[in-house]
């Protein structure tokens, strides 16, 4: 019993439809929160590379291009290509060591070799009285070619053979190692080799990653570590199926997955590429890194879902005792009047939903006392009702049964005018009081308006012309009765001038290009309308329902376009507008039916 009580599911039902949307909620914004930072933490890494990448670049260009001195300057190049000759030559070349010292940043020692005299130069830590050479102890670097210049990965200090070279600060340093090739000559002159310090590249380095949630490398192509984060050394060999996929990527710049060797996260990489280098920045992100924030949102949501939940317990008891109290009363009240009392009085004073569904039972039960009372009524009238349909059945008969007989005398007299007339006023009154049949063809309709017209002829004289101008193909259209002659009696009624000797009527039937709408069109040169009185019969027309502004049935413009809507629905109009020749027409739109159409072309 306690789980068909409207109070239990109720309770079940408010819980469900808390918890099941929080916890959703919760589940889908994770996910979400998840897949959009991750997208959005790899993004910015990416980009935070690139502006690293371009960071070194600028770096080791500059140091690079350091080596131009030689190149730029004149007296410097002559001695490259011509030998030392004298003292002078000498001192030339220590400037020149020193205006290098002074361009490279974190420059750390500098070691030249001429080729032409065999003779090696170093200067150490921008002070020239530490420079020395020796023709014994020479260094040329191995593997560079004519022109060239490559990077040494980091690697400690070297002393170029010599035992007297002071001790250095720099725990690495790397090397730019650098061919001085006089081209036009197709001759080299010697070898440059500068030693930079690695406090350049830490510092562009630890602006790439955080320390302790993610990983940086700077690997060469041979996989000699520039800079790694864990130790902030370089020079070994950096191990691992990442790092030779990392490698061998062919695009310079993107991202993967990656599940193995205790690591879960994303490899975020950018490659940079120069004349003397081939680098890669590679970023190992953890996935406790890249989701951090989505589970501190999921833990919020958490709390936020728990209280919620003790709020929406208490909630439901309160709100379940409250809606089942006028439950109950309206249970009572529906016993009484289950008993008979149809006059019970229900009592609930509330302004919700259940304040409207009481009163709205009150209205009931009384629009049901009303109903009985009114059906004894009703029934007498029904009663009424009978007798005067057989009156309208009788009279009829008995008005066309004395038509004919008054036709035939009028023949016996040989009166053949009188006799068509009759003829025409009982063939209106069998067209309109024929009910059964609300549909006709729109030749039966003009004939009736034919004879309409004929009565009206003989009243106000042959002046009057009556004109029909309709396709043929639309006399076996289908129209609603009685749509055509109520337009023509309103220009008998309204706009007819008995003084005229040029009256005219015209009846205009055509079809539309696309085939779909049939247009009639009564127009006549009448009085007309004002402008004014034109716009508010326009307006009535537009809000007719049947019926004139006074309450009664009328057989006018609003009838006819009530009449057609009815058949129709929306889609047939009635237009007002004033004549081409001076008076008033008024046009009809009627919908032909798909259907209708088919079956006259299958005809033809």
Do not use: C
């Not at 959009?36 to 260009?61: C, I, R």
């Not at 490259?80 to 361009?103: A, H, V």
């Not at 030249?112 to 090696?120: M, P």
């Not at 379940?320 to 008979?340: D, E, H, V």
């Amino acid at each position: 019993m306690i789980f068909t009580s409207i109070r239990t599911k109720m309770m079940l039902f408010l819980l469900a439809a808390t918890l099941i949307p929080i916890l959703a909620s919760i589940f889908i914004t994770y996910s979400l929160t998840t897949s959009k930072v991750t997208k959005e933490t790899l993004k910015s890494n990416a980009d935070l590379l690139f502006q690293g990448k371009t960071n070194l670049l600028n770096y080791m260009n500059a140091a690079q291009q350091a080596t131009f001195i030689f190149y730029n300057d004149s007296k410097l190049f002559t001695i490259l290509e011509d030998g030392i000759k004298d003292y002078k030559d000498d001192q030339e070349i220590y400037r020149g060591l020193m205006l290098l010292s002074y361009t490279v940043k974190d420059f750390e020692q500098a070691h030249l070799y001429l080729g032409k005299d065999d003779l090696n130069y170093l200067i150490i830590n921008n002070r020239s009285k530490r420079s020395f050479r020796d023709e014994e102890n020479r260094f040329v670097p191995s593997g560079l070619s004519r022109g060239s210049s490559y990077v040494q990965p980091p690697h400690p200090v070297s002393k170029y053979g010599r035992t007297d070279i002071p001790t250095t600060t720099a725990d690495q340093v790397l090397t730019i190692h650098s061919s001085l090739y006089y081209l036009a000559a197709k001759e080299e002159l010697g070898t440059l080799s500068i030693d930079v310090r690695l406090d350049g590249i830490r510092a562009i380095s630890e602006q790439l990653y955080s320390a302790g949630r993610e990983e940086l490398y700077i690997v060469d192509d041979d996989r000699q570590v520039i800079y790694s984060s864990l130790d902030r050394s370089g020079g070994q060999r950096l191990q691992g199926d990442w790092v030779d996929r990392v490698v061998k990527e062919q695009e310079t710049s993107g991202n993967f997955s990656l599940h193995q060797d205790g690591f879960s996260g994303e490899i975020v990489y950018d490659k940079m590429a120069t004349p003397f280098l081939n680098w890669t920045l590679v970023k190992r992100i953890p996935n406790e890194t890249l989701h951090q924030t989505a589970r501190e949102a999921a833990l919020i949501n958490s709390g936020v879902a728990g209280l919620f939940l003790i709020l929406t317990m208490v909630a439901t008891v309160l709100i379940t005792f409250s809606l089942t109290a006028p439950i109950k009363k309206l249970i009572r009240n529906m016993n009484q009047i289950q008993s008979g009392n149809l006059q019970v009085t229900v009592d609930v004073d509330r302004k919700d939903e259940f304040g409207i569904l009481a009163r709205r039972f009150q209205l009931a039960m009384d629009t049901i006392n009303e109903m009985i009372i009114r059906e004894y009524e009703l029934e007498l009238a029904r009663k009424t009702n009978e007798l005067n349909v057989l009156q309208v059945q009788t009279n009829p008969h008995f008005i066309n049964n004395a038509l004919q007989s008054i036709g035939t005398l009028s023949l016996q007299k040989q009166q053949p005018e009188i006799y068509n007339l009759i003829f025409s006023l009982g063939k209106m009154m069998r067209y309109s009081m024929n009910t059964g049949e609300p549909i006709v063809s729109l030749e039966r309709e003009l004939d009736y308006v034919k004879a309409y017209v004929s009565l009206q002829r003989q009243r106000f004289g042959e002046q009057i012309r009556y004109i029909v101008n309709v396709d043929e193909r639309l006399l076996k259209r289908p129209v609603p009765k009685m749509i055509v002659q109520p337009l023509v009696e309103n220009y008998f009624k309204h706009g007819f001038d008995p003084g005229a000797e040029d009256a005219e009527i015209a009846v205009t039937g055509t079809e539309s290009r696309d085939r779909r709408w049939m247009r009639l069109e009564v127009s006549d040169n009448g009085r007309g309308m004002g402008a004014a009185e034109l716009k508010t019969l326009q307006e009535r027309l537009f809000q007719a329902k049947g019926v004139w502004g006074t309450g009664e049935s009328g057989i006018g413009l609003p009838n006819i376009l009530s009449r057609l809507k009815l058949y129709y629905n929306e889609s047939a109009k009635l237009e007002v507008r004033p004549g081409q020749a001076g008076g008033l027409s008024v046009v009809l739109w009627i919908p032909i039916a798909e259907e209708e159409d088919g079956d006259e072309s299958a005809n033809r």
